[in-house]
């Protein structure tokens, strides 16, 4: 898939399926196991416990306890920096990873990123690249979040949704820049590389007083709150989305 291709509006508007290659081939004992899983609860749980023998990421190897305990990272600890500050280190192994996998550059990072190099940038990839989180296979982790909410859209949700309302409050255009202007209420937004999004519109009025109403295609979306049975963004309705060109709705609370 072109990376411009995938960044554009017209693919938000006919989106077709995505794959990180070798995800589902390296991981099929997981997905054997989710063939059985009655409902999205229990094949959380499954995917969790996967993860966990997997990557060595039960509760107690999560943080670092000791001088002699290895710092395991794991895409939980990354969710919950992001949840923080989508501007934190955790936040730019997220848009590292969107870039490797995706192409998609990110256009914000603490600041506005308008070209590769100069500090701004350099921020970015020093931060991408911190050895505290960029370990255990990180990238690989990823991988198989995203492969596994692609699959819970697919068997929990209806399989002819291909697209989401989501929507995101906004107080500044520096993170997501205005492409366009259709109208007094249109725009197309160039959403950085990974966003933040809410399914509830009065919780994302919390984060500005401009809403952005999107239609976000099914197969840009990483992870969202029911994904996961116990996870660190509970109770915000929230959605992480692959960012690009965006028609989105823009109007104030």
């Known amino acids: 898939m072109p990376t411009a291709l995938l960044a554009s509006r017209e693919f938000n508007a006919h989106p077709v399926p995505l794959d990180i290659s070798g995800a589902r081939e390296m991981n099929k004992n997981l997905f054997e196991m989710l063939s059985h899983a009655p409902d999205l609860a229990d094949a959380g749980v499954a995917f969790q416990s996967y993860m966990n023998a997997m990557f060595g990421i039960d509760p107690e190897q999560q943080e670092n306890k000791g001088p002699t305990r290895r710092y395991r990272s794991s895409f939980l600890r990354l969710l919950k920096g992001w949840g923080y500050d989508s501007n934190s280190h955790e936040g730019a192994v997220l848009k590292g990873w969107v870039q490797s996998r995706f192409g998609l550059i990110p256009t914000f990072h603490k600041e506005v990123i308008d070209r590769i190099s ?23 982790q990823l991988d198989m979040l995203y492969t596994f909410c692609q699959w819970a859209l697919r068997h929990f949700g209806s399989e002819a949704k291909t697209h989401h309302t989501l929507y995101r409050g906004t107080n500044s255009f520096d993170e997501h820049q205005i492409v366009e202007r259709i109208d007094k209420r249109q725009v197309v937004m160039r959403i950085n590389n990974l966003a933040s999004f809410s399914s509830d519109r009065d919780v994302a009025g919390c984060f500005g007083d401009v809403i952005l109403t999107a239609q976000v295609p099914a197969v840009k979306i990483v992870f969202f709150n029911t994904l996961l049975p116990v996870h660190p ?4 309705g929230e959605f992480l989305v692959i960012g690009g060109e965006y028609l989105a709705q823009a109007s104030y609370i």
């Open 118 to 140: 100069g500090p701004v940038w350099n921020t970015y990839v020093e931060e991408k690249m911190s050895s505290r989180f960029h370990n255990n296979s990180i990238y690989t």
């Open 233 to 236: 963004l509970k109770g915000e």
